[in-house]
């Protein structure tokens, strides 16, 4: 038998707080949100956080959404990022979710959340992470790793979320229907719950944490201090809690740190990293066909001295992430979570360096890609969001990655070849198509960043992360 996981984020909201002017409904929903403890598991603790006595085990590091979320706004975000091929709206913000729990910063640089209280997305620093297995088709059970929004009826008591612990070992995480959820990736819109960041949270209960009494606003605090979109980043006694269950991350767990070769269905892919046993290796994919389970490729020799493995791209995996598993047993045997493009268009776009953001906003201009990126192609389409809303700025280009000091922040491309002039629109974003011209060499590397006249700025300016384009 299985019963709701008592572990529930809860909150008391009245309709005037619901049609606040949006920085007043933000502090609103801050100071109301109250985390309710309960007994469904029996706490342990050690130093600040607290254990329940769960663990996931290595056949549980799937995870789903079923997307049943009815609001607009916890979709709207459609706009591609490269540390997360593949998905956009609920789906992306719950990626980012599982992402800050994982060992590593994900994708090799961490970047992706657009806020500066947040910079990096990766943080567990221990023995575990997921596998992103897609969107489920219909809703699984409560074993089947997923996050799904109530369909009919509402949460009792201000609840807002909670998990659901099966008898398998496996969860699943109900966001409450009544509430209006936002995908971000920038703050939550006026009356709306930030989905990324209460995510976060309800991801920690899976993982066998109770409520932290540390200071300095852990995710798994008792209640909320600030707006909360703050659970977005786990802190220090949150890393001490999930270490605690399941290691501080091993000298030995396989790392992947990149991926040649070619990414296409049949195709010779090089997984590259360190740690590969010599013989023995997994390499896991995610599915197609989103039933949970990755797509495996077994018995893997490495070359290089454990440092890259050869596997053909099998049939039925997608774009998403990829994982090495080594012979063993436990977290410390599985490596991160590294994102890759099955069968996508020629090229691929690469986040590089932190942007400035804007001590005014608390954001940081995020810009992002996605489209063909051979000589002569399709095209391609160039993202900028969470930028200064009507604001002139320049995008540069260059033919490598600088990381010169400039103006507070770093700046990236250099040399210099070519500068675009634009201004964002009304809600801080732009778009820009664009092509690799005809005869332009497979393999050529550009860096583009995007630099604004923000007075919101530490020195007057801000700036986009780094984005490389490398060419198909």
């Not at 008592?6 to 409904?25: E, K, P, S, Y």
């Not at 070992?169 to 990324?196: E, H, K, M, N």
């Not at 999930?242 to 892919?269: E, F, H, M, N, R």
């Not at 033919?399 to 922040?409: H, N, T, V």
């Amino acid at each position: 038998m299985t019963s709701p996981d008592a572990r529930r984020t809860t909150l008391r909201v009245t309709a005037a707080r619901a049609t606040a002017a949006r920085a007043t409904a933000a502090l609103a929903l801050g100071l109301a949100l109250s985390l309710v403890a309960a007994l469904s598991w029996p706490a342990q603790h050690t130093a600040a956080f607290s254990l329940t006595g769960k663990s996931l085990g290595i056949d549980e590091r799937d995870v789903r959404v079923f997307d049943s979320f009815a609001d607009a706004t916890a979709n709207d975000n459609t706009v591609p990022h490269p540390n997360f091929p593949g998905s956009v709206g609920a789906a992306l913000a719950i990626r980012k979710a599982h992402a800050e729990w994982g060992s590593l910063p994900v994708g090799g640089n961490g970047l992706g959340d657009g806020l500066t209280s947040n910079p990096v997305l990766g943080s567990g620093g221990a023995n575990f992470d997921n596998t992103w297995q897609g969107l489920a088709d219909s809703l699984p059970g409560i074993d089947g790793n997923v996050h799904t929004a109530m369909i009919g009826g509402a949460c009792a008591g201000g609840v807002v979320a909670y998990v659901e612990s099966g008898v398998s070992g496996g969860w699943r995480i109900v966001y409450c229907d009544q509430f209006t959820w936002d995908d971000g990736p920038g703050p939550a819109v006026a009356g709306a719950l930030d989905l990324q960041g209460i995510a976060t949270r309800e991801i920690g209960f899976t993982l066998g944490l109770g409520h932290s009494t540390a200071g300095g606003n852990p995710t798994m605090a008792p209640a909320l201090s600030g707006a909360p979109e703050n659970l977005r980043s786990i802190e220090a006694d949150d890393q001490a809690g999930i270490q605690a269950i399941y290691g501080v991350l091993s000298l030995t767990k396989p790392q992947v740190t990149g991926l040649g070769g070619a990414a296409l269905t049949g195709g010779a892919l090089t997984v590259q990293g360190t740690g590969f046993a010599s013989s023995g290796n997994e390499v896991w994919f995610t599915a197609a066909a989103a039933t949970g389970d990755p797509v495996k490729v077994s018995g893997l020799v490495s070359t290089a001295g454990g440092t890259a493995l050869v596997v053909v791209v099998p049939a039925g995996a997608q774009s998403g992430d990829v994982l090495v598993k080594v012979p063993g047993a436990g977290g410390s045997s599985l490596s991160n979570a590294f994102p890759i493009v099955v069968d996508g268009p020629p090229g691929a776009f690469q986040l590089t360096g932190p942007g400035l953001g804007s001590t005014a906003t608390g954001l940081v201009p995020q810009l992002t890609g996605e489209g063909d990126l051979g000589a002569g192609g399709a095209g391609f389409e160039l993202f900028v969001r969470l930028a200064a809303p009507s604001t002139a700025g320049v995008l540069f280009v260059g033919l490598g990655e600088g990381d010169i000091p400039f103006k507070g922040g770093v700046f990236d491309p250099v040399p210099v070849i070519v500068e675009v002039p634009m201004t964002t629109d009304g809600v801080g974003a732009f778009t820009l198509p664009a092509v690799i011209p005809f005869g332009t060499p497979a393999g050529t590397e550009l860096v583009l960043q995007l630099w604004l006249a923000d007075g919101g700025g530490p020195q007057g300016v801000t700036a986009s992360n780094g984005l490389r384009l490398v060419t198909g």
